[in-house]
């Protein structure tokens, strides 16, 4: 079972327009989130995160929201530049044997328009 | 900046080999992961480390092997390769501190022929 879910592999979005990209969970035992971005030939790059504790995270253009009730969360990118243009992965963490263990969502592959 | 480095970007082997893949780690990290990256799957745990000659399997440890001698360096083994485990291999590594982001190296594409 697919414990991080994003329901959409793909989004396009006019340049200066907000990108928004969503992810649904299951495991309310998860505590910690993350959005990495992922260009083709290289690893995955860390983003942005969020602790359950809170409910937005911003950093620059990147703010990441949660909803713990909803079991939901999202990153907003305003405004979408070209260099954008990749693919998205969030992840869900719980603590194992001392270790942050993540689970991934599939992927959404973001795509800005000029 | 942390450094992930695996050691090689392109592999190409056979089936019933046995493949090693290495990454080595610069920062003193205590935590180490091997995933696969599929397509519309995302990334799968294989197995991580949380301490020198520890092992933890992820969730799709069938088929795999790990080998963790010292704290920089983490090995992924194919015991004898099959065409399933053609994939893009990711390693990572995260301080043993909570709620700290993985770092990744750049992946190792591996085509099982």
């Known amino acids: 079972d697919q414990q991080v879910k994003q329901n959409s592999p793909s989004l396009s979005v006019q340049e200066g327009r907000i990108s928004i990209l969503n992810c649904d969970y299951t495991?309310?035992?998860?505590?910690?989130f993350l959005w990495y971005k992922k260009y083709p030939a290289e690893g995955p790059t860390f983003l942005i995160s969020?602790?359950?504790?809170?409910d937005k995270n911003e950093d620059g253009r990147f703010t990441v929201f949660l909803n713990k009730s909803a079991k939901h969360l999202s990153l907003h990118i305003v405004p979408s530049q070209p260099g954008d243009s990749a693919v998205y992965f969030c992840?869900?963490?719980?603590?194992?044997?001392?270790?942050?263990?993540?689970?991934f969502g599939q992927g959404t592959r973001l795509t800005i328009n000029p | 900046d942390v450094k992930v480095t695996q050691s090689s970007r392109y592999l190409v082997k056979r089936t019933g080999e046995k493949v090693f893949l290495e990454c080595v780690q610069d920062?003193?990290?205590?935590?180490m992961f091997w995933y696969r990256q599929d397509p519309g799957l995302g990334l799968r745990l294989i197995y991580f480390?949380?301490?020198?000659?520890?092992?933890e399997k992820g969730d799709i440890p069938e088929g795999y092997s790990v080998s963790r001698e010292k704290k920089e360096r983490f090995s992924l083994i194919l015991e004898s390769a099959s065409t399933n485990q053609t994939s893009m291999y990711l390693c990572?590594?995260?301080?043993?501190?909570?709620?700290?982001?993985?770092?990744f190296g750049d992946g190792t594409r591996l085509s099982i022929l």
């Open positions: 480390s949380y301490d020198v000659k520890m092992k």
């Open positions: 920062m003193d990290h205590e935590n």
């Open positions: 495991n309310s035992m998860f505590d910690y």
């Open positions: 969020i602790s359950s504790i809170k």
């Open positions: 992840a869900a963490s719980a603590v194992y044997q001392g270790a942050q263990k993540l689970v």
């Open positions: 990572a590594s995260s301080p043993q501190l909570s709620k700290q982001p993985q770092h």
